[in-house]
């Protein structure tokens, strides 16, 4: 469903991603690890950025990038931030209404369809009780959970989440991947996150991709590629993996300060 192929960029003459080629498909689910600096947040504006000064070819949907308008690729394609930055407060429920501008056409305001569609979103990710608040006044977990409607109400195939878990406590991380699992397994939509949570992308997603320095070192399922000698290139630091007795998902244990 996006493909780049030999994708560079540069940000001040250093080189942020280098001759990436990688396929994302329909329906995964697929977090980004690696550490800060690696180019994960880089690759999400890559995929979606006009303005971003880059080399090589990014496909969607088959149609190279620079064939879509901004407004149909806004149909394609919805970007969840780690926060909104407004210039005006605006209430939960206008803001979630706004992820459907790119169907308005010169002119048209908001109709009856797009004022249902966001009820039934506001339904489904109980904010039905929070619409009338004020975006200033809602905790960290909420806007999340907003930002997340306002993608949904794009109705796009594809959703990309910007460091999914930025300032967010254990209960709202669990809460937001839960919510991202259920609407990839719910609406097959190809779900890209940026994550520093290698136990929670462990657990929640089919794929990860683990990069470095602009590189691609590790491309695969959990259980085929987090280990401990992927997490020492990737991090620099030896760390411990064990088999969740649960989930039989691969989780990070840390080595504790009297380790050898």
Not at 10 to 15: A, I, P
Not at 21 to 36: M, V
Request: hydrophobic fraction near 40%.
């Amino acid at each position: 469903m996006i493909s780049l192929l030999k994708v560079s960029v540069s940000y001040q003459q250093k080189k942020v991603l280098e001759d990436l080629s990688i396929d994302f498909h329909k329906g995964e689910f697929c977090a980004l690890l690696g550490p800060n600096g690696a180019g994960k947040s880089t690759l999400l504006k890559a995929i979606i950025d006009f303005q971003l000064e880059k080399t090589g070819k990014v496909f969607i949907s088959g149609k190279e990038f620079h064939n879509w308008s901004r407004q149909e690729l806004a149909k394609q394609i919805a970007i969840i931030p780690q926060d909104f930055q407004l210039q005006f407060d605006y209430t939960v429920e206008d803001l979630v209404l706004m992820g459907r501008f790119p169907y308005l056409g010169r002119w048209q305001n908001y109709t009856n369809i797009d004022k249902k569609k966001v009820e039934q979103i506001l339904m489904q990710l109980d904010l039905v009780s929070l619409k009338s608040k004020l975006y200033s006044q809602l905790s960290g977990g909420e806007r999340r959970r907003v930002s997340i409607a306002r993608a949904l109400a794009q109705e796009t195939q594809v959703l990309l989440m910007d460091e999914a878990f930025a300032n967010l406590d254990i209960n709202h991380q669990l809460e937001i991947m839960q919510l991202l699992s259920e609407i990839n397994r719910e609406h097959n939509k190809l779900i890209i996150l940026v994550s520093h949570n290698i136990n929670l992308a462990s657990e929640y997603c089919e794929r990860i991709v683990m990069l470095k320095e602009g590189i691609v070192i590790a491309d695969g399922a959990p259980e085929n590629i987090v280990n401990s000698e992927n997490l020492k290139e990737l991090y620099n630091a030896d760390l411990k993996i064990i088999k969740n007795p649960i989930s039989g998902k691969p989780n990070l244990i840390y080595p504790g300060k009297n380790a050898n």
